[in-house]
T-cell receptor
Framework: GQQVMQIPQYQHVQEGEDFTTYCNSS?????IQWYKQRPGGHPVFLIQ?????EVKKQKRLTFQFGEAKKNSSLHITATQTTDVGTYFC?????????FGAGTILRVKS | DGGITQSPKYLFRKEGQNVTLSCEQN?????MYWYRQDPGQGLRLIYY???????QKGDIAEGYSVSREKKESFPLTVTSAQKNPTAFYLC????????????FGQGTRLTVV
């Protein structure tokens, strides 16, 4: 079955620094989704990318979908303490919604 | 308000006992999922269901069982056969729109003592 790998597992940044998490799939994805889980909370949907090479922005967050539709990235510019949490990518494997292992982001103020 | 509800939020059980976690949604979603999350870990798929009276095993189904008798409900039973049941359990649902984002419940934290 499809595997979705995500790196890094953990990143600790100084407030104001940038942050990037990468997602790679073993198979071509029809689309990719990104979620954020705050500490103690549940995952919340951020965005879905569908087209090859697609780039979408949400304020300080930039999402990219690779040309081959097998990889994706989430970049946060100038992190803030409110950005802390775990960021997951997810893709569909048939009818299964498969999540990456997530990247835990900690921000030092 | 439309949403997905899990209960209870915290659950304590003795080793060897079966326990059932509730998941209800009023989003009219066809697909529902159960995930397990261990500390600092990702989401591992236990079971999923695309339609009433049908469900499939995910990656870690051993020691768990589910039912889907109603579209709104997808309860998960953690049986005594599950060797390490203490974890955070998340239920999710997805619809059939173009953007099929998953909506998650608040989660149930199960502790087996």
């Amino acid at each position: 079955g499809q595997q979705v790998m995500q790196i890094p597992q953990y990143q600790h940044v100084q407030e104001g620094e940038d942050f990037t998490t990468y997602c790679n799939s073993s198979t071509t994805l029809s689309n990719i989704q990104w979620y954020k889980q705050r500490p103690g909370g549940h995952p919340v949907f951020l965005i879905q990318l569908v087209k090859s090479g697609e780039v979408k922005k949400q304020k300080r967050l930039t999402f990219q979908f690779g040309e081959a539709k097998k990889n994706s990235s989430l970049h946060i510019t100038a992190t803030q303490t409110t950005d802390v949490g775990t960021y997951f990518c997810a893709g569909k494997d048939g009818n299964k919604l498969v999540f990456g292992a997530g990247t835990i982001l900690r921000v030092k103020s | 308000d439309g949403g997905i509800t899990q209960s209870p939020k915290y659950l304590f059980r003795k080793e060897g006992q079966n326990v059932t976690l509730s998941c209800e949604q009023n989003l009219n979603h066809d697909a529902m999922y159960w995930y397990r999350q261990d500390p600092g870990q990702g989401l591992r798929l236990i079971y999923y269901s695309q339609i009433v009276n049908d469900f499939q095993k995910g990656d870690i189904a051993e020691g768990y069982s589910v039912s889907r008798e109603k579209k709104e409900s997808f309860p998960l039973t953690v049986t005594s056969a599950q060797k390490n049941p203490t974890a955070f359990y998340l239920c999710a649902s997805t619809g059939d729109r173009l953007v099929t984002e998953a909506f998650f419940g608040q989660g149930t934290r199960l502790t087996v003592v």
